[in-house]
């Protein structure tokens, strides 16, 4: 058996991020061959993914990453079984590396893209692999979504401070100089935080599924039975419109003014602003 000197180790550990004894092992294990004893490492993260494919992954980090020039944003998830792990400098430091690789994908979605992407030369995938290897639970990517701007406009990203939970909205406006305007970027900050608050279906009706909105009006039915039918037909209307109000973003109240819907706030703070506003589209995404 080749000797296990300390510079091997350290090499490995550098190499792969390992614990000492981690690397001692694999090192013993392939008879001083790094590159196998490396490769051993990783091995070690797929079984380990492997034995706990069943495992809930209820924990984790919601990390987001917008460009230099605010174009591009990307907003992501990564998850693991326990808070501990969550709160790990290993899984805070692999959690920041998904939000550059997130940014960095060629696909705007899709988590597989994702896990392809190269940081520094490895995959996501296997960079992800080795962090199992090291905390020794079940990681995965949970959500991922990526937004360019195709016009005037801006990206505005919201994380609450817990880390679990947070949104990316995309506002399409009249000119760019709307779009650079301080009180509308607070705005839109505002809008994102609302929506992390409210957790809106969809942007308005029209985006809602319609068998949710089907089941819906089969429950206010249910509550009503035995009403005469044109009494019916206007109480699941109200019902139905109250639907909407709550889970529409458009329509829903907004948090910091319940006087105004989110729709008026936005296009209010765009006329201030001398132009025209829209929300284009949102994502929201929480761990657990």
Same mark, same amino acid.
Request: aromatic share 4%.
């Given at each position: ?7 091997? &180790? ?15 092992? /694999? ?9 196998? /004893? ?19 992954? *209820? ?28 709160? *790990?400098?290993? +899984? ?72 679990? &939970? ?7 406006? *009249? ?44 429950? +206010?039915?249910?509550? &009503? ?28 109240? +907004? ?5 105004? *819907? ?7 703070? /765009? ?13 929201? +995404?929480?761990?657990?």
């Amino acid at each position: 058996m080749a000797e296990i000197s300390a510079a091997m &180790v350290m090499k490995l550990r550098k190499m792969s991020g390992q614990g000492m004894m981690d690397c001692k092992q /694999a090192l013993q294990d392939t008879d001083g061959d790094v590159e196998k /004893a490396l490769d051993l490492l990783r091995k070690k993260g797929l079984a380990t993914l492997a034995k706990r494919a069943g495992r809930d992954t *209820s924990e984790g980090l919601v990390v987001s990453k917008i460009s230099p020039d605010g174009k591009t944003a990307a907003l992501t998830t990564l998850c693991c079984e326990t808070d501990f792990v969550a709160k *790990s400098d290993d +899984f805070i430091t692999t959690a920041q590396i998904l939000a550059d690789v997130a940014l960095a994908c060629p696909a705007n979605e899709g988590i597989e893209n994702v896990l392809e992407t190269s940081a520094d030369g490895r995959k996501f995938s296997v960079i992800m692999t080795e962090l199992v290897s090291k905390t020794g639970e079940k990681t995965q990517v949970g959500d991922y979504a990526k937004y360019q701007l195709d016009g005037p406009g801006l990206i505005s990203i919201y994380i609450h401070f817990n880390e679990k &939970v947070g949104t990316m909205v995309q506002i399409e406006t *009249s000119d760019e100089a709307i779009a650079a305007g301080e009180a509308l970027k607070q705005t839109a900050s505002d809008i994102a935080m609302h929506i992390t608050a409210t957790k809106p279906l969809a942007l308005d009706k029209d985006q809602i599924d319609p068998e949710t909105v089907e089941r819906e009006k089969a429950i +206010f039915a249910e509550q &009503v039975k035995g009403k005469p039918a044109n009494i019916i037909e206007k109480i699941i209307e109200g019902k139905i419109n109250k639907f909407y109000a709550e889970n529409c973003l458009l329509q829903q109240p +907004f948090v910091k003014d319940d006087s105004r *819907s989110v729709e008026q706030v936005l296009a209010d703070a /765009a006329k201030q602003a001398g132009g025209e506003a829209k929300i284009k589209r949102f994502a929201r +995404f929480e761990v657990g």
